[in-house]
């Protein structure tokens, strides 16, 4: 069966697209689209469907319902360069194949993530896990960039001195910060990735991993459009109730004792037939 090709993809196999200050992401080879998905779907081996919107109505409806095994017949494999603490976060997700650069091997480069000025913040009191959104005064802001950046040229000097010295490179690269870059090849499924971005997209996520994720999902996002609608509308944008919640939000809805018209709302919201009578189903 001949590979199926997207030109939109084709025409940026490579790109780097840049992340923080010497980072990037490069789509390096690909395999299916959304066409895939509903081949695997109708378990085809012809043309999916003739019509694109029955291929989006098939699309959001495997969404919906979590139906993920016809995602994963769509594969990425990116290059990715970052620095070792994002790869460090980027690694727990456990469902990629993976191969980075190796500092047993190979010599390390003298590239250290040094953030901007705007984005250096306050522990949040709220987030115990990231960073406040409130601004920093300058002179705190230039003290710690003079502290990054003295630290990482000292680590890199000693680092030098001990190669030099001809020490083994698993010895001579223990000391070097988590700041410096690394690189690796990062293959997945479609289903494991969408995953990887809605954790990684989140407005609470890690600044410098959400840069990699936004990188990611614009190349996605031209990859498989129809699905990437239905993720952004089922899953990245969409909330998650308890049986509670719900059954508050019922009561609420019931005391207000108001007639809905939900065909037309549903309509209205670019609903189809079938989603709206899913949704009236659910509030019964």
Same mark, same amino acid.
């Given at each position: 069966?001949?590979? =199926?090709? &997207?030109?939109? &993809?084709?025409?940026?196999?490579?790109?780097?697209?840049? %992340?923080?200050?010497?980072?990037?992401?490069?789509? !390096?080879?690909?395999?299916?689209?959304?066409?895939?998905?509903?081949?695997?779907?109708?378990?085809?081996?012809?043309? *999916? =469907?003739?019509?694109?919107?029955?291929?989006?109505?098939?699309?959001?409806?495997?969404?919906?319902?979590?139906?993920?095994?016809?995602?994963?017949?769509?594969?990425?494999?990116?290059? %990715?360069?970052?620095?070792?603490?994002?790869?460090?976060?980027?690694?727990?997700?456990? =469902?990629?194949? @993976?191969?980075?650069?190796?500092?047993?091997?190979?010599?390390?480069?003298?590239?250290?993530?040094?953030?901007?000025? /705007?984005? !250096?913040?306050?522990?949040?009191? !709220?987030?115990?896990?990231?960073?406040?959104?409130?601004?920093?005064?300058?002179?705190?802001?230039?003290?710690? +960039?003079?502290?990054?950046?003295?630290?990482? $040229?000292?680590?890199?000097?000693?680092?030098?001195?001990?190669?030099?010295?001809?020490?083994?490179?698993?010895?001579?690269?223990?000391?070097?910060?988590?700041?410096?870059?690394? /690189?690796?090849?990062?293959?997945?499924? &479609?289903?494991?990735? +969408?995953?990887?971005?809605?954790?990684? +997209?989140?407005?609470?996520? $890690?600044?410098?991993?959400?840069?990699?994720?936004?990188?990611?999902?614009?190349? @996605? #996002?031209?990859? @498989?459009?129809?699905?990437? /609608?239905?993720?952004?509308?089922? @899953?990245?944008?969409?909330?998650?109730?308890?049986?509670? /919640?719900?059954?508050?939000?019922?009561?609420?809805? *019931?005391?207000?004792?108001?007639? !809905?018209?939900?065909? #037309?709302?549903?309509?209205?919201?670019?609903?189809?037939?079938?989603?709206?009578?899913?949704?009236?189903?659910?509030?019964?």
């Amino acid at each position: 069966m001949k590979r =199926t090709t &997207l030109p939109q &993809l084709d025409t940026i196999l490579g790109k780097e697209f840049p %992340c923080l200050d010497f980072g990037f992401v490069r789509l !390096i080879d690909y395999m299916g689209s959304d066409e895939a998905i509903v081949q695997s779907a109708r378990v085809s081996y012809g043309k *999916g =469907t003739k019509q694109v919107t029955q291929d989006r109505s098939l699309i959001r409806y495997l969404m919906r319902h979590q139906h993920t095994s016809p995602f994963e017949m769509v594969d990425f494999k990116f290059h %990715c360069k970052l620095p070792i603490f994002v790869a460090r976060q980027w690694i727990r997700h456990r =469902t990629a194949s @993976v191969n980075e650069y190796s500092l047993r091997y190979s010599e390390a480069v003298n590239q250290f993530y040094i953030p901007e000025p /705007e984005v !250096i913040r306050l522990q949040s009191k !709220i987030n115990k896990q990231g960073r406040s959104t409130e601004m920093v005064p300058t002179e705190l802001q230039q003290e710690v +960039l003079q502290i990054l950046k003295k630290h990482t $040229q000292k680590a890199w000097d000693d680092y030098e001195e001990l190669e030099q010295a001809d020490l083994a490179r698993e010895l001579a690269r223990i000391h070097l910060p988590v700041s410096l870059y690394t /690189e690796w090849y990062w293959k997945l499924n &479609l289903h494991n990735l +969408l995953h990887f971005l809605k954790l990684r +997209l989140d407005p609470t996520a $890690q600044y410098e991993i959400r840069v990699y994720a936004e990188a990611i999902a614009e190349i @996605v #996002k031209s990859a @498989v459009p129809l699905t990437w /609608e239905a993720f952004e509308d089922y @899953v990245l944008y969409a909330e998650k109730f308890s049986r509670q /919640e719900f059954e508050m939000i019922k009561e609420a809805l *019931g005391g207000l004792q108001v007639r !809905i018209d939900w065909e #037309k709302v549903g309509k209205a919201n670019g609903l189809s037939k079938r989603e709206i009578g899913e949704f009236v189903e659910k509030m019964n």
